[in-house]
């Protein structure tokens, strides 16, 4: 995602050529929707509904996407869409970040309930 943003602001003060942008940046699209729609199925199947309910209308929105064939930059229009794309692109990577911060906030919780439930184990089993 940010490899996008760079890509297009790249393209916008003219150190890349519009074509090298757009190859770039459309090689990277289908791999973010798959990551994107592979972390949602692994919510769901661990069942963090949650963070489920917080990625699907995005993973819908990609598959929605790629269903309508609107998914890649086209080379000879970038520079009308450039405002947009990027508005876009830092949306989503505001998205992601969020995302990534709970996840890091949950992962933190979890470890730190786990490390006190084993502490009271051990107070509770007299070793301590």
């Given amino acids: 995602m940010l490899l ?10 003219d150190y890349i050529n519009p074509y090298d942008s757009s190859s770039r940046i459309n090689g990277m699209v289908i791999k973010e929707f798959v990551a994107q729609g ?5 919510y ?3 069942w963090h509904w949650f963070m ?7 993973t819908y929105y990609h598959l929605k996407l790629y ?6 930059i086209d080379v000879t229009e970038i520079f009308r869409l450039l405002n947009g794309e990027k508005k876009y692109r830092y949306v989503k990577l505001g998205f992601y970040l969020s995302l990534f911060c709970i996840v890091i906030f949950r992962l933190v919780r979890a470890a730190v309930l786990a490390v006190l439930t084993e502490d009271d184990d051990l107070r509770d089993s007299g070793i301590f």
């Fill in 44 to 46: 769901l199947l661990t």
């Fill in 67 to 72: 269903m309508e064939r609107r998914h890649l």
């Fill in 4 to 13: 996008q943003l760079i890509c297009l602001s790249d393209l916008e003060f």
């Fill in 38 to 42: 592979v972390l949602c199925a692994i």
């Fill in 52 to 58: 489920f309910l917080i990625s699907a209308p995005v």
